[in-house]
């Protein structure tokens, strides 16, 4: 059994870095295939002991409807392929729901590998935003174009080259930190959630391990700035929010000192210096494209939802209303997960995915520990990127917030059937 945690533990590490198996037209990236190698071990080892752990918290339970909402609105769906597809890729990462859950005692150790693979990501990020800056944007994308196929696989690496979102304009093109993701939202959202999970291991880190995990967030910060992704600004912000809020009672004077020297740089960060006062700025201006598209998008789902408010238009059908003519890896979406569940799985699919989240928040709020409060900050941060980003189909990001609600439903005992004697994971 410890060989399969430390194999979880290094798919978590090393999960930005993972590359795609590229199956004719499937881009199956190589953690939906290990995940299920370690359940499928995980679950053997269990039976062979005659017993099978069944967690009983609402997390488990609320995941496990909309799953089943989403398996149902199979028989409806507008687009029948691209449900089955987008089904079997929600459906793959309920394994690792159950493993977290079973494992959830070895939630600092796997906290661990999440803030390492943040590390990582992050340190790729700054460099290849550091390189556009250097030897110009145009440069970086055309050597990123290579390897694009081997990480991202080679049908999605075509769409994201087909509607690139590597620039943005603030007084002229800036190259975004987005490598090694697809798009610089991804990567935000990703480091978003690390940087709170390596926050809630700050107390229980030696002397000598703690500046290494501060220079870590120091630098998953830097990447998510110049990542220059509106959303991923809010989202952290967020999280600083309900971090703070969840630990003030414990902060020193000096940390307290800290949060607010923090609250000013970013103040002075966003009011004083061009480039991101000006894509802050944006944000509020109904006009600016991206935002105006974004307006119409969730007009448009607003409607698709209203027509169809209880079963949705099934799973995948929102894209297929909006772009009937589009291929699959075209990115049709709402760009607000919770408007695109509604619009495909009718207000049942919504209230389970919400329910959800909440239960896993309520879950580490209760806890009382830096960890748990980390893990609630991360979860505010995925809820909160929700709102003007489609958060689901990311495999990257989807496997670490799945994690995480799979620790929350570890916070409850968890049933075994069989023997009906215990057996620690």
């Not at 494992?103 to 556009?132: P, T």
């Not at 935002?291 to 939802?305: G, K, M, S, V």
């Not at 003519?325 to 919400?354: C, D, K």
């Amino acid at each position: 059994m410890k060989f399969l945690q430390f194999s979880f533990f290094a798919l978590l590490a090393t999960v930005p870095i993972l590359p795609a198996a590229n199956i004719g037209s499937w881009d199956l990236a190589t953690i939906r295939i290990l995940v299920v190698g370690i359940y499928g071990c995980t679950a053997v080892l269990f039976l062979w002991k005659r017993t099978f752990p069944v967690p009983v918290h609402p997390v488990f339970w609320t995941a496990t409807g909309f799953l089943a909402v989403a398996g149902l609105s199979l028989f409806w769906a507008e687009a029948p392929a691209f449900a089955v597809r987008k089904f079997i890729f929600l459906a793959g990462f309920f394994p690792v729901l159950w493993l977290a859950a079973v494992w959830a005692a070895r939630a600092r150790f796997f906290a661990a590998g999440i803030a390492f693979g943040g590390f990582m990501a992050a340190l790729l990020a700054v460099f290849q935003a550091g390189l556009g800056f250097l030897f110009g944007g145009e440069t970086v994308v055309a050597a990123i174009k290579n390897v694009a196929p081997f990480l991202w696989g080679n049908t999605t690496a075509e769409a994201v080259f087909q509607f690139p979102s590597f620039f943005v304009d603030v007084g002229g093109p800036i190259l975004r930190a987005f490598f090694p993701f697809s798009d610089p939202h991804t990567l935000s959202l990703f480091l978003g959630i690390a940087f709170f999970c390596t926050a809630g291991l700050l107390g229980s880190m030696s002397r000598t391990a703690r500046p290494f995990a501060i220079f870590a967030m120091i630098l998953m910060v830097a990447a998510i700035i110049l990542s220059f992704s509106r959303g991923g600004y809010a989202a952290v912000l967020v999280g600083f929010f309900v971090f703070a809020v969840l630990r003030w009672r414990n902060f020193s004077g000096h940390m307290r000192a800290m949060v607010f020297s923090v609250a000013l740089l970013l103040f002075v960060l966003f009011l004083f210096i061009a480039p991101f006062r000006d894509r802050f700025a944006a944000s509020f201006d109904v006009n600016e494209g991206s935002f105006a598209a974004r307006l119409l998008l969730w007009q448009d789902t607003t409607t698709i939802f209203f027509k169809h408010p209880l079963l949705g238009v099934g799973l995948g059908g929102l894209a297929a209303t909006l772009g009937p003519q589009l291929a699959f890896r075209i990115p049709t979406n709402a760009h607000n997960t919770y408007l695109e569940m509604a619009s495909e799985l009718g207000i049942f699919g919504l209230m389970f995915w919400v329910g959800m989240l909440y239960a896993a928040f309520l879950a580490f709020v209760k806890q009382k520990t830096l960890l748990a409060h980390g893990f609630a900050a991360s979860i505010a941060v995925f809820a909160a990127q929700s709102l003007v980003e489609t958060t689901l189909y990311s495999p990257q990001v989807l496997f670490v917030f799945v994690v995480l609600a799979g620790f929350a439903a570890g916070t409850a005992q968890l049933s075994f059937y069989g023997n009906n004697r215990h057996h620690p994971a």
